[in-house]
């Protein structure tokens, strides 16, 4: 699939080699898990068949007031919630992590900057939409970065810290 070909796919896979996630009972989500390791098993691939990945790191901000003023339950529904919508917005391909409370991964295989500037739109676009949770309208802000292999780095920490970079020089910006 060229970058320019980008649909949106029923969710992705959320760790491909072992087909399943560990799941956090209370929430129903993934628990939280490292990228660099997911990236470095996606790279072995890369290296093999020549293709280039991208790496996007997702911050939401200001989520910890939805909890705080809302209440858990409230927050574990609007987490649950972006996590469908991010995880709807990337190709059936694509690996989703969640890798902190309010941060979220996304390894896009066979993909490069026009890809990369596609998916990061969307996202943005879809997870900063309000979230309706019982008569309650929720709205959080998503910040993306994305790294490119190879030039943004060799290894999973690299382009997992590439990606961060470009996530934070966006929010002073």
Known sequence: MSDHAFPVHAPTAVLRSTGKAS????TGLPACAPLGPVIDRELAMCRRNGSSLVVL????DRFEAVGQRHGDEVATQ??????NRFRNHLRGSD???RVG????????????????AIVDARLTDALTQPYGIGTLE???SAHTGAAVYPRAGSNGDALMNAAIQARELKLRT
Request: aromatic content about 8%; overall charge negative; charged content about 5%.
């Open 23 to 26: 799941v956090v009972p209370a």
């Open 78 to 83: 609007v987490l649950q919630a972006l996590w």
């Open 57 to 60: 790191s997702i911050g939401l």
């Open 95 to 97: 690996l989703a992590v």
């Open 101 to 116: 409370p309010s941060e979220f991964g996304a390894v896009l295989v066979n993909a490069g900057w026009p890809a990369a």
């Open 138 to 140: 929720i709205v959080v």
